[in-house]
């Protein structure tokens, strides 16, 4: 993969008013207010976007898989096809925070999981639509057209906690230096890290303006090892740093999608504190 799986917000405005408009898909959300995403989306969203719920459709209840648990397959089916989700049609995903990390989620569950052909970022996201003065629409669009595919979904680009220490390599944290150093834990109630993991924070993949940096200098910034595996406090922000990795053309990371959240649950598994 390279930076074809990000799409700009020119570009987007173009493909929306072509023939084939791609399916747009608005991952807005917040920790605090399960509800919040989907009301900021009717509030104000890009023109035909739909809204894709990071607690309803991308992940499952919290519990002992971590607080993002990934759904099972049958249940990310269902929601795939009631969004009308096929292989033929593009998709672009984008939320308004964090660099895309919301929408980094849907692109790693929809093109590396479920591996649909053609999955794009909307790079930097609403704010950067808002700067080009993209136009933004009110309420609820259309009924979706409900499909009938069935994704062939590819399991070995994820990584079950049984496993994750056993097979080796690299270990890449996407969290925050302090909350990788133990330091400070917002969220969940043990700090640290998974011992051999090394600390790349998911807003060091982009630039000030919060777009991705250049394909070139995340090649040259990015660890790489025999097997590369992301993870960060739940599943979310991991998956922004294995975009990165595709933006760059590097070979994709596993994701370790129980994350920390899930790890800290066996008060048997080693915690590591302090930098690397």
């Not at 009631?82 to 049609?89: A, D, H, N, V, Y």
């Not at 995903?93 to 790693?108: E, T």
């Not at 600390?199 to 000030?208: D, G, K, T």
């Not at 070979?251 to 790890?263: C, K, M, Q, T, V």
Request: aromatic fraction near 6%; charge should be negative.
């Amino acid at each position: 993969m390279n930076a074809s799986v990000l799409v700009t917000p020119e570009a987007l405005r173009d493909s929306l008013a072509g023939e084939r408009p791609p399916l747009v898909l608005d991952c807005r959300a917040r920790l605090e207010s399960a509800d919040r995403g989907r009301q900021l989306w009717q509030q104000a969203h890009i023109p035909g976007s739909y809204h894709l719920d990071m607690d309803r459709d991308l992940s499952t209840p919290p519990g002992e898989g971590g607080r993002h648990p990934l759904p099972t397959q049958e249940a990310f089916t269902a929601t795939i096809q009631r969004f009308g989700i096929q292989p033929l049609r593009p998709i672009v995903v984008y939320d308004d925070r964090g660099g895309q990390l919301a929408a980094a989620r849907a692109w790693w569950m929809l093109a590396c999981w479920a591996a649909h052909p053609d999955v794009r970022v909307l790079d930097g996201g609403l704010p950067a639509w808002q700067e080009m003065e993209g136009d933004l629409v009110s309420g609820e669009p259309g009924a979706m057209s409900a499909s009938e595919w069935q994704p062939a979904f590819d399991d070995t680009v994820r990584v079950p906690v049984e496993r994750l220490l056993q097979e080796g390599g690299q270990l890449l944290d996407a969290r925050g230096e302090a909350r990788f150093r133990g330091e400070e834990e917002p969220i969940d109630p043990v700090a640290g890290h998974i011992p051999g993991a090394l600390c790349r924070p998911s807003h060091a993949n982009l630039e000030a303006d919060g777009r991705f940096k250049s394909p070139e200098k995340l090649a040259e910034e990015l660890p790489r090892a025999e097997r590369v595996t992301a993870y960060c406090g739940s599943g979310i922000s991991a998956c922004h740093d294995v975009l990165a990795y595709a933006v760059a053309g590097l070979p994709l990371p596993r994701l370790y999608a129980g994350s920390w959240s899930e790890w800290i649950r066996d008060p048997s598994r080693p915690i590591a504190t302090g930098d690397a």
